[in-house]
């Protein structure tokens, strides 16, 4: 009988030591009770500060479903768009809410979800630089946040027109416009929400639309850290339970407005 | 931190990141060489008897030394945008980084013209040598010889300081070269670890030549 219990506490001991070891992301998020979420907020309309200075966005509402669907409290940690890596990988935040193109080469980094969002393309320039579309962007000025998707699709470009034609790469939304504003450069190419978003609100004098520009769709995904398929999993389901429930159309509707929310799947292919 | 590292790709961009550091050693010496210009006549400057010169050097040391010069950079080109004068990237870099060296250096050089004493030139001019030909083969060598060592540190200082160009934009130098990397494939640490070493190899290179430079100049 003695040895019976003996051999039930190693039995009981070995469960009890093995169970930290099982515990992965999507555990700790919810053992902690917070899920910080790393947010870009020099991106208007998806992550910007209103009057007194409170996060505010798409991005920022999708963190709050996100937590309020894990039982959790939303944190968001303001993060340029460079250090959307740097953060998730050093465990300052648990998950990307950042509008993150889905690219084959940072997906050997870092874990992508589904698509939750896509943009497209639009030039946006200053008035009275003489550029009414995209193709006349040929000896121009031009810049954009270095590395993002519409930064490399531009580059590009620029380095095919040649010819006086030259791009600038910036860290943040931000200097991008004041720059473009200034003067520095002439025209970038930003995503259409955020060109609009920009326009209205006329922080920037003179800054207009000036035309769509040629490139793919832009799908963004959320991003955690690669080796996090428990979490990645929930993400997907959580991206898939938005659209269907409606909330991706009514958060599209409060933020962007204006015709239909993009559609997330491509005809043809599974993901 | 669950991260595993993949040194592969990041080598292969090595050759890029080495013409970055080109560009990075190129903005550093030009600095270095219009620094010192400006900083002999920022020193000569703020020992004149017109008080606007005086003025002028005291105001251009205080807020070079005491100023970050990520701000005398962004200045450079953000805040002189806002007047409408448009300077490119590379300029920007190179006038911000221009000026907080001339700001450290007139001072440098100030210290070392105390250092010589008086009487050095008395002695000289007692024994028959004229005004200049006394500060040139006296007092000059003397006060390189003072001002020397902290000349290397500023070089140093101004390699380390070119990596603020990325802020205003440069992306062809080592740090926005590397940044640009960072940015497209997300292997920062990588990146920034090859990046630290080649700063490291530089700086490390300048402090032992300026070294074996002193010591084939500074011997009696």
């Given at each position: 009988?003695?040895?019976?219990?003996?051999?039930?506490?190693?039995?009981?001991?070995?469960?009890?030591?093995?169970?930290?070891?099982?515990?992965?992301?999507?555990?700790?998020?919810?053992?902690?009770?917070?899920?910080?979420?790393?947010v870009?907020?020099?991106?208007?309309?998806?992550?910007?500060?209103?009057?007194?200075?409170?996060?505010?966005?798409?991005?920022?509402?999708?963190?709050?479903?996100?937590?309020?669907?894990l039982?959790?409290?939303?944190?968001?940690?303001?993060?340029?768009?460079?250090?959307?890596?740097?953060?998730?990988?050093s465990g300052?935040?648990?998950?990307?809410?950042?509008?993150?193109?889905?690219?084959?080469?940072?997906?050997?980094?870092?874990?992508f979800?589904?698509?939750y969002?896509?943009?497209k393309?639009?030039?946006?320039?200053?008035?009275?630089?003489?550029?009414?579309?995209?193709?006349?962007?040929?000896?121009?000025?031009?810049?954009?946040?270095?590395?993002?998707?519409?930064?490399i699709?531009?580059?590009?470009?620029?380095?095919?027109?040649?010819?006086?034609?030259?791009?600038?790469?910036?860290?943040?939304?931000?200097?991008?416009?004041?720059?473009?504003?200034?003067?520095?450069?002439?025209?970038?190419v930003?995503?259409?929400?955020?060109a609009?978003?920009?326009?209205?609100?006329?922080?920037?004098?003179?800054?207009?639309?000036?035309?769509?520009?040629?490139?793919?769709?832009?799908?963004?995904?959320?991003?955690?850290?690669?080796?996090?398929?428990?979490?990645?999993?929930?993400?997907?389901?959580?991206?898939?339970?938005q659209?269907?429930?409606?909330?991706?159309?009514?958060?599209?509707?409060?933020?962007?407005?204006?015709?239909?929310?993009?559609?997330?799947?491509?005809?043809?292919?599974?993901? | 931190?669950?991260?595993?590292?993949?040194w592969?790709?990041?080598?292969r961009?090595?050759?890029?990141?080495?013409?970055?550091?080109?560009?990075?050693?190129?903005?550093?010496?030009?600095?270095?060489?219009?620094?010192?210009?400006?900083?002999?006549?920022?020193?000569?400057a703020?020992?004149?008897?017109?008080?606007?010169l005086?003025?002028?050097?005291?105001?251009?040391?205080?807020?070079?030394?005491?100023?970050?010069?990520?701000?005398?950079?962004?200045?450079?080109?953000?805040?002189l945008?806002?007047?409408?004068?448009?300077?490119?990237?590379?300029?920007?870099?190179?006038?911000g980084?221009?000026?907080?060296?001339?700001?450290?250096?007139?001072?440098?050089?100030?210290?070392?013209?105390?250092?010589?004493?008086?009487?050095?030139?008395?002695?000289?001019?007692?024994?028959?040598?004229?005004?200049?030909?006394?500060?040139?083969?006296?007092?000059?060598?003397?006060?390189?010889?003072?001002?020397?060592?902290?000349?290397?540190?500023?070089?140093v200082?101004?390699i380390?300081?070119?990596?603020?160009?990325?802020?205003?934009?440069?992306?062809?130098?080592?740090?926005?070269?590397?940044?640009?990397?960072?940015?497209?494939?997300f292997?920062?640490?990588?990146?920034?670890a090859?990046?630290?070493v080649?700063?490291?190899?530089?700086?490390?290179?300048?402090?032992?030549?300026?070294?074996?430079?002193?010591?084939?100049?500074?011997?009696?």
């Amino acid at each position: 009988m003695a040895k019976g219990i003996g051999v039930l506490t190693a039995a009981f001991m070995t469960i009890l030591a093995a169970m930290p070891a099982q515990a992965d992301k999507l555990d700790d998020i919810i053992a902690s009770g917070t899920l910080r979420c790393a947010v870009v907020l020099d991106f208007p309309p998806m992550g910007s500060r209103d009057a007194s200075n409170n996060p505010i966005g798409f991005d920022v509402d999708y963190c709050n479903d996100l937590a309020k669907a894990l039982g959790v409290k939303a944190e968001v940690v303001e993060t340029p768009f460079p250090d959307r890596i740097p953060a998730l990988v050093s465990g300052r935040v648990d998950v990307g809410v950042a509008s993150t193109s889905d690219t084959l080469e940072r997906a050997k980094t870092a874990g992508f979800t589904i698509p939750y969002f896509a943009f497209k393309m639009v030039v946006l320039t200053k008035d009275g630089a003489g550029i009414k579309d995209y193709a006349s962007l040929k000896g121009k000025k031009t810049g954009s946040v270095s590395g993002t998707f519409e930064a490399i699709a531009l580059e590009k470009d620029v380095k095919a027109w040649g010819g006086g034609t030259s791009f600038r790469g910036y860290q943040n939304q931000a200097d991008v416009f004041l720059a473009l504003a200034q003067g520095q450069i002439e025209a970038t190419v930003v995503t259409s929400t955020v060109a609009s978003a920009i326009v209205k609100e006329g922080k920037y004098k003179g800054l207009i639309m000036g035309g769509d520009a040629p490139y793919d769709i832009d799908y963004v995904a959320l991003i955690a850290p690669r080796q996090e398929q428990g979490l990645l999993n929930y993400l997907n389901l959580f991206i898939n339970q938005q659209v269907r429930t409606g909330r991706y159309k009514a958060l599209y509707e409060k933020w962007i407005g204006g015709g239909e929310a993009p559609n997330l799947s491509i005809s043809g292919v599974y993901r | 931190m669950k991260y595993t590292f993949h040194w592969l790709p990041a080598l292969r961009a090595l050759p890029d990141m080495l013409w970055g550091a080109l560009v990075t050693l190129e903005v550093a010496v030009l600095s270095m060489l219009l620094g010192v210009v400006f900083a002999v006549l920022l020193a000569l400057a703020s020992q004149s008897r017109i008080w606007i010169l005086r003025a002028f050097a005291t105001s251009w040391v205080e807020l070079a030394r005491n100023t970050p010069a990520l701000f005398q950079i962004y200045m450079a080109y953000f805040g002189l945008g806002s007047f409408g004068i448009y300077i490119d990237s590379f300029p920007a870099l190179l006038a911000g980084i221009t000026f907080n060296n001339a700001g450290y250096l007139a001072e440098t050089f100030r210290g070392g013209m105390r250092a010589v004493p008086d009487t050095q030139m008395r002695a000289a001019r007692s024994l028959g040598m004229g005004q200049i030909q006394a500060f040139r083969l006296i007092v000059l060598p003397q006060l390189f010889r003072v001002v020397y060592y902290p000349m290397t540190n500023q070089m140093v200082w101004a390699i380390l300081m070119t990596s603020l160009g990325v802020v205003v934009g440069l992306n062809n130098d080592l740090t926005g070269v590397t940044q640009e990397l960072n940015v497209r494939s997300f292997r920062t640490f990588e990146y920034f670890a090859l990046a630290a070493v080649i700063y490291y190899l530089i700086a490390k290179t300048v402090t032992l030549s300026a070294r074996l430079i002193a010591w084939r100049l500074f011997r009696y």
